[in-house]
T-cell receptor, first 112, second 116 residues
């Protein structure tokens, strides 16, 4: 089955800095890669996603890049703010199947 | 966006009792729903796939007789933790895909279960 590795497990940055979280996947058939943000005790919220036919996608301060050849994708957050502090999960899933395989999560801490 | 609700949001029960958690899709129909378990500071672990009108599919290592899943309608799935023990204490989250070409899953707010 699919295996998703996520790094780092913890990321601490100063407000205004950029943050990058990286994930790799094992199944070349995976074609959908969402990123979720989860605040303590709350549900995961989709913040951005990318399909395998696209190499990069941007939404304001967040962007995701995908390298299908290397089977890795990354989340980039620019101009970080304290409210960006949360746990971020990457995931990968195949076409026709809605079940994503989640990475272990990255705890992002943005210091004011 | 689509809305998925869960009830209760938190529950405390005694060892040996059973607890039922409901997951509802409020503005769309979901033939499939997923149940996850999340321990503190850990990732979401898929427990089972709930299928409307048929038996649930359980992930390896998940006891189907302990975690009973019923998907009685296109908008409701229930997870019953039977004979709960302290080690069952966890955050349980359901999710539902809205279907079509959209692979996005919509998560419920989660249920915090504490077994004393």
């Amino acid at each position: 089955g699919e295996n998703v590795e996520q790094h780092p497990s913890t990321l601490s940055v100063q407000e205004g800095d950029s943050a990058v979280i990286k994930c790799t996947y094992s199944d070349s058939a995976s074609n959908y890669f969402p990123w979720y943000k989860q605040e303590l005790g709350k549900r995961p919220q989709l913040i951005i996603d990318i399909r395998s036919n696209v190499g990069e996608k941007k939404d304001q301060r967040i962007a995701v890049t995908l390298n299908k050849t290397a089977k890795h994708f990354s989340l980039h957050i620019t101009e970080t703010q304290p409210e960006d502090s949360a746990v971020y999960f990457c995931a990968a899933s195949k076409g026709g199947s809605y079940i994503p395989t989640f990475g272990r999560g990255t705890s992002l801490i943005v210091h004011p | 966006g689509a809305v998925v609700s869960q009830h209760p949001s938190w529950v405390i029960c005694k060892s040996g009792t059973s607890v039922k958690i409901e997951c509802r899709s409020l503005d769309f129909q979901a033939t499939t729903m997923f149940w996850y378990r999340q321990f503190p500071k850990q990732s979401l672990m898929l427990m089972a796939t709930s299928n409307e009108g048929s038996k649930a599919t359980y992930e390896q290592g998940v006891e189907k007789d302990k975690f009973l899943i019923n998907h009685a309608s296109l908008t409701l799935s229930t997870l019953t933790v039977t004979s709960a023990h302290p080690e069952d204490s966890s955050f349980y989250i359901c999710s539902a895909p809205r279907g079509g070409e959209i692979y996005e899953q919509y998560f419920g707010p989660g249920t915090r279960l504490t077994v004393t």
